[in-house]
């Protein structure tokens, strides 16, 4: 079993920044990719960023240059840095990892909700 925990979620103002974090535990070999999700209320989720085993990089248009995503290996975590908020970036946030154990599934977190208000 594989679980994804995430924190960090909660209500800032705009303009304001939320640093988010999600610990992998259970059976793991190596952890792949790793990411993080958003879902907004009548919206389906999309892709904020994600981060590759070797460290590269990519970001959704709307948050490139303001959300900065990374990893910790030797913690199986993952972070997302949201600075310059926007009340648009409301939504829960999920992380999602694709790990190796004897074969490789792709695992989701529960969520954290981002709450941004204007």
């Known amino acids: 079993q594989v679980q994804l925990v995430e924190s960090g979620g909660g209500l800032v103002q705009a303009g304001g920044s939320l640093r988010l974090s999600c610990v992998v535990s259970?059976?793991?070999?190596?952890?792949?990719?790793m990411g993080w999700y958003r879902q907004a209320p009548g919206k389906q989720r999309e892709l904020v960023a994600a981060?590759?085993?070797?460290?590269?990089?990519n970001y959704a248009d709307s948050v490139k240059g303001r959300f900065t995503i990374s990893r910790d290996n030797a913690k199986n975590t993952v972070y997302l840095q949201m600075n310059s908020l926007k009340p648009e970036d409301t939504a829960v946030y999920y992380c999602?990892?694709?790990?190796?154990?004897?074969?490789?599934?792709?695992?989701w977190g529960k969520g954290t909700l981002v709450t941004v208000s204007s």
């Open positions: 999602n990892a694709d790990v190796y154990y004897t074969n490789g599934m792709d695992y």
């Open positions: 259970g059976n793991i070999f190596s952890i792949n990719a």
């Open positions: 981060i590759t085993s070797g460290g590269s990089t």
